[in-house]
């Protein structure tokens, strides 16, 4: 894992904790862990999400004004699934509930129609330039349990020594 891939790691993770996602996945049974990184175990409680961020590429490169720093433009890609089933007591379904969830990430992270994302979101080596959404969709991936996804283009500005 890359220094900039790491910085997105952690960077995400601290605004997950720093919003109220995790309660709003266990007011719905999902348990702890709540947020899983690249997949969740078989028997993993749901609703659960699991999140990636995909290998970022270079998109430019510039001098910073020093003989021995220069500065990368790279861009990579953020994805959220989020996995679900019916709720005892809840009258939504599967995909609803999954929807409800991805809203809510949606208003942390971006993307959400009518609320600013309120994600601090800070590198320890660089600068977040954009968490742009792209899209999201929702498939059935078993009898009453779906799979919402969330996606999102992110553009980062990191040093780079040479």
Known sequence: MSVGSADI???VVAAWD???LDAKFTDLGGGSPVL???EATPEQDQPYAVWS???SM???RTTGGSATLNREIRNGSLRFDVHSRPVPEDSRGAAQIAAYLIEEIMKVFGGHPTENPS???SLDNGELLTVQFTRDYCIQTGNNNYQWTLEYQVLVDVPVAL
């Open 36 to 38: 899983n990184f690249n």
């Open 119 to 121: 994600a601090c979101i």
């Open 9 to 11: 790691q952690k960077a």
């Open 58 to 60: 270079v998109e430019t």
């Open 53 to 55: 961020f995909g290998s």
């Open 18 to 20: 720093a919003s109220s």
